[in-house]
Structure formats: C-alpha cells, structure tokens
C-alpha cells in the first residue's frame, strides 16, 4: 500500500499517513461517509495492551485509525528519548493482524471483517512546526497546561509529563479528529486528565463521553501490567517486577478489611521491601527503588488523609497507584477502589 510521505517504510497493508494534510484528505472522506471514527494513540513498541485497546475500537467503530508517535515533550532532558524502544515493522504486523467480524443486526446481511484502517506516524516537525526542546525553559509556541491536575501522582515524579501529553493530544485529536478514543487504566492519571481536556476544551472530537478507559492488561502468569519499557527490563529484573502489582493488591486488602489510608501504604513498602532483601539473598543482581505508593482522590487527584478508610470513601473511586524503579525501568501500576465502573468504561 502505497504512504502518503514516506519511502522508507516497511510494505504495510494498512495505509500509513505522515503528513497531517494526507490524513485529512482520508478523514475527509469518513466524514461524507458519516463513518465513525475510533482512535488509539501510542508510541509504538506495541504489545497486548495497545491491542486491547485497538480491539476495542475496531468493535465500536467503523473505522480506527493507530497513531505512533514517540513524543519529545512528555520526555524530561534526563529520560529515556533515545533509548525508548522503537519496533515500527513489528508494530505494523501487529497491528495488520488484528481483526473483528461486525455482525449485521439483520441477519441476512453479510458479517463485515474490519481492520485497523490507518496508521498515523508524524515526523517531529509536522507535530512541533515551532520545534521542540525537551527543557520547558527554552520551548518556543503552543503548550497545553491542565492546571491543577498534573502536578500529584505521575506529575509528582515527571513535573513536565503531563503539559507534554496533553500538547501532544490536543494536536493528535486536532488531526484525527475521532469520534471516539481509547486510552489505557495503566496511565490512569493520563486517560482522566485527557478526559478533562476535552470538558475544559469543549472538544467534539472526541467529546469526553467519548474518551474511554480501558483495562490494564497484564502478563498472564505474573500479572506485571504490560508496558514498552518493560523491554529494558533484565532477567533479574523481570523476576522482581512483579511485586508491584502484588503490593498495590496487599494495600488493597488492606483497605477492604478496613485499615487506614497511612496502613495500606506501609503494607505495600512492606511487601517491597521484603522482596528486596529475597533478591538480595538470592544473589539477583537488581537494584529496586521505590518512587511512590499512594491513595488519591479520583476526581482531583489529591491526596487522601492519612486516616481514611473505606467506610469513609465509600463507592467513591479511590486511585491506588505506585511505581517502581526496576534498575533503569519504572514501572508504574494502580487499582481503582471503590466503584472502578464509574472510570473503566
Ligand atoms: N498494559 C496496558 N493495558 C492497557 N492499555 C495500555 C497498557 N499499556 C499501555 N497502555 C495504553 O496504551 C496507550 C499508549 O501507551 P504507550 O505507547 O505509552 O505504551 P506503554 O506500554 O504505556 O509505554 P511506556 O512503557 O512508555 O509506559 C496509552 O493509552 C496507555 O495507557
Ligand atoms: C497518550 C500518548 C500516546 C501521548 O504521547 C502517550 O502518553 C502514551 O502512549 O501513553
Ligand atoms: N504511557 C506513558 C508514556 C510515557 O511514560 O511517556
């Protein structure tokens, strides 16, 4: 299939769109053809996760498109840029594997297969015209800031992630124009800020009821949520990445049995820290660092009292989330306590 820029890419059967102008010539279309449109936006290095993701939209959707975009905001100067793994021929056989047969309601008419039905993968100047410096001090042109919702959580440890993702959003959403989006619960604070973007923006497309957030899939013996970065991750480290998940959970049961906010979190550095010292009698050579364990306000992200337990939260979600330095990976997972439907949908 032939691309609308490029003549280094690999043979794709899905047409791949570089150029913001050749996409919207595609959407175009979509539009006269009153086809709906679906989009998952990631930065390549696709697993099971994106597909989840992808799934989702091909059932809801007529069409969806894939964008892959390593994004140079949302990387602090001292981050991973360079090394963030980048697979883009394994990515576009990933992605031409996907399938989903839509069936008529009447069922007389033929079942349809549809497929993922573009990809977009912008160069760093068609997304930043104005150029683009990872130090916020020297950036030049249009930043998106979502005031007061990105500085706790993720944005305690990444201050300039989340001016990063949502500049980049904006720009995606301006150029795809879908009507619907999909964005994962492993980035739980990303996917409800972007919802806010939308709100605060008056966005149609997509509009905020149509941001949806999807599960975290996860490796299936382990439970380790999956995530592109877990490529950096060793043997050694692949052994021990784990626990995150099994902390969050020891916190979360602590939390239903009725402990304290201040409780749960030292059960999960508990469940951390005796797992470093497992790793360190078992002679793995792994260095683990625990960024943060944390209970946070769904709608604002701040955080919860010291005191509080569930018999006060009641239904109302709760986000649970840690993340952990695994050597040079940081592995970042959470759990909705609380009535998680009103978020995951
Ligand atoms: N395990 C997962 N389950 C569901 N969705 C996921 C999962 N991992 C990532 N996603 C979602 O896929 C989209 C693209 O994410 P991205 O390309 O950054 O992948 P990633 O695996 O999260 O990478 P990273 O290692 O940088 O965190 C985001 O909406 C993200 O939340
Ligand atoms: C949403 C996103 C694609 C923006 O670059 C990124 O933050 C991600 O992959 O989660
Ligand atoms: N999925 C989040 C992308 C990032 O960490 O940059």
Redesign the pocket.
């Known amino acids: 299939m032939s691309t609308a820029a490029g003549s280094q890419l690999p043979p794709s059967s899905i047409p791949i769109y570089t150029t913001v102008a050749a996409y919207r010539e595609w959407r175009r279309k979509a539009f006269e053809e009153r086809k709906s449109v679906g989009f998952?936006?990631?930065?390549?290095?696709l697993?099971e996760?994106?597909l989840?993701?992808v799934k989702r939209s091909l059932a809801e959707n007529d069409l969806t498109v894939v964008s892959i975009f390593v994004n140079p905001a949302q990387f602090a100067p001292h981050e991973d840029l360079a090394t963030?793994p980048r697979t883009f021929p394994q990515d576009l056989e990933l992605l031409s594997a996907q399938s989903y047969t839509a069936s008529h309601a009447d069922s007389t008419e033929p079942s349809v297969i549809r497929k993922a039905s573009a990809v977009f993968l912008p160069t760093v100047p068609e997304m930043y015209p104005s150029g683009i410096s990872q130090n916020t001090a020297e950036q030049k042109g249009t930043f998106i800031e979502v005031k007061g919702y990105g500085h706790q959580m993720e944005g305690k440890s990444r201050p300039t992630f989340f001016r990063g993702v949502a500049t980049v959003v904006i720009k995606l959403f301006n150029a795809i124009e879908p009507t619907n989006a999909?964005?994962?619960?492993?980035?739980i604070q990303?996917?409800l800020l972007l919802k806010r973007l939308s709100r605060d923006l008056l966005l149609s497309h997509p509009d905020p009821n149509h941001i949806h957030i999807?599960?975290?899939?996860?490796d299936p013996s382990t439970e380790l949520?999956?995530?592109?970065?877990?490529a950096y991750l060793t043997q050694d480290g692949h052994k021990v990445a784990p626990v995150l998940r099994e902390a969050l959970k020891a916190a979360e049961t602590s939390w239903d049995e009725g402990a304290t906010k201040s409780e749960c979190v030292q059960n999960a550095v508990a469940v951390i820290e005796t797992r470093k010292a497992l790793a360190l009698s078992d002679g793995l050579n792994v260095d683990m660092r625990l960024d943060y364990v944390e209970l946070n306000n769904s709608d604002d992200f701040e955080v919860i009292d010291a005191q509080s337990r569930k018999s006060e939260a009641g239904s109302h979600p709760v986000i649970l989330s840690g993340a952990l330095w695994v050597d040079k990976t940081r592995l970042?997972d959470n759990i909705i306590l609380g009535d998680g439907n009103k978020i995951i949908a």
């Open positions: 998952v936006a990631t930065m390549g290095a697993h996760g994106h989840s993701l963030y999909y964005f994962g619960q492993k980035d990303q996917a999807i599960p975290t899939a996860r949520a999956l995530s592109s970065r877990n970042i």
